[in-house]
């Protein structure tokens, strides 16, 4: 029984690793160039750095008159103004309960609706974005391309395509939708993401007709490779002579090279290859495990009331004339019961803004702290404040597929005593919730975020000690898939030619007959 066992192990490991070792292969090279270029994305800070400043002696309607305008008379979830569409400067508003998909966009000087993007409205746009004196090349219209495979774009589909004609000959994605830039891609990213995230996440089978089978796929070709690399690692540790030598003197059976090294590469990086393959999979949240069903925030509690202009709120001009800087985009929101405005520059924190009095005011942090109490139907069980970054807040790399998002300090955690551990971060500055995670979404942060992109702050904090540590171990993951690749052709190769499926050789020419007397008996 034992011996059984130990053959099917063995074969398991075998078939499972001739197709495991190629997408381990895989996996680790491209992980090495995800460390540096990233899936592309457009952050909100880059869309604001390319945005134009609003000019205060433009002729730019009050909120309330644009919406009356354009027959917005619903309150509102939302609503920004920025040069962003065409061209020109226009309100994006969102109607309350409606999502991204119910954006309006209403020109800003005259009230219209802008109900269709063409073209010219797309290159207009990517030319705003590119600035004076690059010019710019329309290219088409796509649902979907191998750039912008991310579900985040979805409201904003079809998607029209521009070449900036740069240095860096970057492709900018326009939104059908609202006409807004949403997607930039520079060449050298194009190229690397083929090298990168493309391979990395199988990206071969998204939009095609894969792509209702994508989630499925990649689960079950995690699941095989980890079940590969388990069953080589305990074969690995049974075939290893701890105590005495083979009678060749090694602790390795293998006589051969690749099988040598690959017994003793899987051995030296079985560890790191498993937590990455399961932290691959537990990126996919497989089977939704990772849902806790808590309930949505509260965030009346906090907004007291949804977003409503009227001709009480200042128009656009009377507030620029009260932000410092060039402003690329005024935020209208609803915190503890008062509209309040948002100027943002191309870097650092927005202006708060009184929407009446059009003038720069700070938030009461404890009006704040006591109304986020209500946003989750539990007591609070404590409220922190953070001036660093630890282990469940903390900052990544824009290009990562964590990073880019805004992350300020200080921030105010308020921890709530409810079924779901839920934990809300909010910012005293703006008033906004940066985010809120309960129990499965920590489960998250370190089954995936921590065993995958090693996002461990002591490590973060010391680079080039986190590059050489992922690197490293990368390479020698690599070495292991590679010598993988290598013994699992051959042994195919072997079984194909006893098989008779090799292709037939060109026949040898037929011997001389030997003489009867040069033979041997």
């Not at 293998?254 to 017994?263: E, Q, S, T, V």
């Not at 720069?360 to 942090?365: E, N, S």
């Amino acid at each position: 029984m034992k011996a059984q066992l130990k053959r099917w192990l063995f074969l398991t490991h075998r078939w499972l690793g001739i197709g495991g070792c190629v997408l381990f292969a895989m996996w680790f090279a491209s992980g090495i160039v995800m460390m540096y270029v990233g899936y592309p994305k457009l952050t909100d800070a880059e869309r604001l750095a390319h945005l134009p400043a609003l000019s205060q002696n433009a002729p730019l309607l009050a909120p309330n008159v644009a919406l009356a305008r354009a027959g917005v008379s619903k309150p509102l979830d939302g609503l920004r103004l920025a040069v962003s569409s065409g061209g020109r400067a226009v309100y994006v508003a969102t109607p309350a309960a409606s999502g991204k998909r119910g954006a309006i966009v209403i020109d800003a000087i005259s009230g219209a609706r802008v109900e269709t993007v063409n073209a010219a409205d797309a290159l207009a746009s990517a030319a705003a974005w590119a600035g004076p004196g690059v010019n710019v090349h329309y290219q088409d219209v796509i649902d979907e391309d191998a750039f912008t495979h991310s579900r985040g774009l979805d409201a904003q589909r079809p998607l029209h395509r521009v070449e900036v004609i740069d240095a860096d000959r970057t492709l900018l994605y326009v939104s059908g939708k609202t006409g807004e830039v949403v997607r930039d891609a520079t060449r050298s990213e194009q190229l690397w993401n083929y090298a990168g995230a493309w391979i990395h996440w199988l990206y071969p089978f998204r939009g095609n007709l894969f792509q209702p089978y994508w989630t499925n796929i990649v689960n079950y070709l995690a699941i095989a490779g980890i079940a590969a690399a388990l069953s080589g690692t305990v074969a690995g540790i049974l075939r290893w002579r701890f105590r005495a030598p083979y009678r060749s003197g090694a602790r390795t059976p293998y006589p051969g090279a690749m099988m040598r090294w690959h017994h003793v590469t899987g051995l030296l990086f079985a560890l790191v290859t498993i937590a990455w393959i399961f932290s691959g999979l537990m990126s996919m949240n497989p089977w939704h495990i990772f849902d806790t069903g808590a309930p949505k925030l509260r965030m009346e509690a906090l907004q007291g009331g949804t977003l409503t202009l009227t001709d009480r709120d200042a128009a656009p001009p009377a507030l620029l004339a009260a932000s410092t800087g060039a402003v690329r985009e005024l935020r209208w929101v609803r915190v503890l019961g008062q509209n309040r405005v948002l100027a943002y520059r191309a870097g650092g924190a927005p202006q708060v803004l009184d929407s009446h009095a059009a003038r720069p005011l700070t938030l009461d942090t404890a009006a704040l702290q006591a109304a986020a109490a209500h946003l989750v139907d539990a007591p609070v069980a404590r409220v922190e404040q953070l001036v660093d970054y630890d282990l469940y807040y903390y900052a990544r790399d824009a290009h990562t597929m964590m990073g880019g998002a805004d992350k300020p300090l200080p921030v105010l955690r308020i921890v709530f005593d409810d079924p779901h551990a839920t934990w809300v971060h909010l910012d005293p500055h703006t008033g906004a919730v940066l985010g809120h995670i309960d129990s499965g979404k920590r489960a998250s942060r370190w089954l995936f975020a921590m065993l995958h992109s090693w996002d461990w702050l002591p490590l973060l904090e010391r680079r080039p000690l986190w590059d050489i540590v992922l690197v490293v171990l990368s390479l020698g993951g690599l070495l292991l898939s590679v010598t993988g690749v290598v013994i699992g052709w051959r042994r195919l190769g072997k079984k194909l030619r006893s098989a008779g499926v090799n292709p037939p050789r060109a026949a040898a020419p037929a011997p001389h007959p030997v003489p009867a007397a040069g033979r041997h008996g």
